[in-house]
């Protein structure tokens, strides 16, 4: 079993940037492609951006594309979300979770928040 645990989230201002942080325990995750997905509130949770097991490939939301790059660390087993021209309809809380394409299998932590605001 893995324990994913997310940070780096906060309050900014429309075209700021933040760099979210996905801390794995219990197990390595270099065997896992990785993914970051966010749910605002009233809104399903959806699929943001993935990147398989050495980071070779990528894949984002439209809605992102051009403004977020994940990326990974191996040897920390960790994931990263650099986020930056960051909108106001970015505003979610923010979770990872190991994928199959943009299908998430994992239990999801407790996310982190994100707010941007005008």
């Known amino acids: 079993q893995v324990q994913l645990v997310e940070s780096g989230g906060g309050l900014v201002q429309a075209g700021g940037s933040l760099r979210l942080s996905c801390d794995a325990s219990?197990?390595?995750?270099?065997?896992?492609?990785m993914g970051w997905f966010r749910q605002a509130p009233g809104k399903e949770r959806e699929f943001v951006a993935a990147?398989?097991?050495?980071?070779?490939?990528?894949n984002y939301a439209d809605s992102v594309k051009g403004r977020f790059i994940i990326s990974r660390d191996n040897a920390k087993n960790t994931v990263y979300l650099q986020m930056n021209s960051l909108k106001p309809e970015d505003t979610a809380v923010y979770y990872c979770?190991?994928?199959?394409?943009?299908?998430?299998?994992?239990?999801w932590g407790q996310g982190t928040q994100v707010t941007v605001s005008s």
């Open positions: 979770a190991r994928v199959v394409g943009t299908r998430p299998y994992d239990s």
């Open positions: 990147i398989n097991r050495n980071g070779g490939s990528t």
């Open positions: 219990g197990r390595t995750i270099s065997s896992y492609s």
